[in-house]
């Protein structure tokens, strides 16, 4: 594990279903293992660890930095089951995002393609996603939650699951995501990030050492019943939001 890597915090079972798990993943954790990046922990691991179940998997997955509620399914007919939902869009997923900047509207839906903007001058991120005309369909909901000078808690809902859709639908909007590498206000970050890894001077440009995005709610229905979990904001986003009302 590197430095970097939070080692007092660990995934949480939030819920526990006979079908399945839903984990409150902490940031800087894989959803599984890639092996490539073998120094960082992953939750698929932790948990067939935990409750010695080789069987759990995930039906979906979270960026590493990205923090929250995450599926893990406890069978094969539960994964096809949930492969189904996530294929028709009948997982509700709510995020809370932190991010620079204060809009002018309380609620707002951005509906706006998205797709790989190329290598070029101006970017040197092979996959950063931006809103091109020939993009794939994509929409999000955001609602405002709170404001601080500067700064605004946002809910996001993505309406469709395209590559780094709310950060890069955010960034369209003028409205960074706080410590977000790729789509946040310093271009440069990402490139010195792969060379350097993540530094006390990166932190102190970023404002945190992780992107400010937080999977909030998971709702879908099951077996007749309608499940809704929330992961409350984690600990880190809530300890800069509210040292932002300190200054």
């Not at 869009?89 to 932190?98: D, E, F, R, T």
Request: proline fraction near 7%; charge should be negative.
């Amino acid at each position: 594990m590197t430095a970097a890597t939070p080692l007092s915090e660990r995934p949480r079972i939030v819920t526990e279903h006979p079908d399945f798990y839903v984990i409150a993943k902490p940031a800087r954790w894989l959803t599984h293992p890639v092996r490539a990046r073998v120094d960082v922990p992953d939750v698929l691991t932790f948990l067939q660890h935990e409750t010695g179940e080789e069987r759990v998997a995930p039906p979906h997955r979270l960026d590493r930095e990205t923090s929250g509620a995450q599926i893990f399914t406890r069978d094969s007919d539960a994964a096809r089951r949930f492969f189904t939902l996530f294929k028709e869009h009948l997982v509700g997923k709510s995020y809370l995002a932190i991010v620079h900047g204060s809009p002018e509207w309380d609620e707002t839906v951005l509906d706006a393609p998205l797709g790989f903007v190329g290598l070029s001058e101006s970017n040197h991120i092979q996959i950063r996603q931006g809103v091109v005309p020939d993009g794939k369909p994509a929409a999000t909901e955001f609602r405002v939650v709170a404001r601080q000078p500067g700064f605004t808690l946002l809910h996001a809902f993505p309406r469709s699951g395209r590559l780094h859709q709310i950060r890069a639908h955010l960034s369209h909007l003028g409205l960074p995501m706080v410590g977000d590498k790729i789509y946040g206000r310093d271009p440069d970050v990402f490139l010195d990030f792969m060379q350097t890894g993540q530094t006390d001077e990166l932190t102190r440009r970023l404002l945190l050492p992780r992107q400010a995005l937080h999977a909030h709610r998971l709702s879908f229905g099951w077996d007749s019943a309608q499940m809704r979990v929330e992961v409350p904001l984690a600990a880190d986003l809530q300890a800069f939001w509210d040292g932002l009302a300190e200054h």
